[in-house]
């Protein structure tokens, strides 16, 4: 499953698209397709690396 940060991307690529559009149609399927991207995101795992547990040396 793609993460957070690859569909919310995708999501502003859309936007762009519909805002460069001069066909409403199409325009009005960006949108849809980049509120769908925006919905999946919420619910997606966040892929952001994560820094490992280390344990503090005991004294």
Do not use: H
């Amino acid at each position: 499953m793609p993460g957070k940060k690859y569909l919310t991307e995708q999501a502003a690529t859309f936007l762009k698209f519909a805002m460069a559009t001069t066909d409403p149609d199409i325009a009005a399927g960006f949108l849809d397709k980049a509120a769908d991207l925006s919905a999946k995101s919420a619910e997606a795992p966040d892929a952001s690396p994560r820094a490992p547990d280390v344990e503090q040396p005991e004294s």
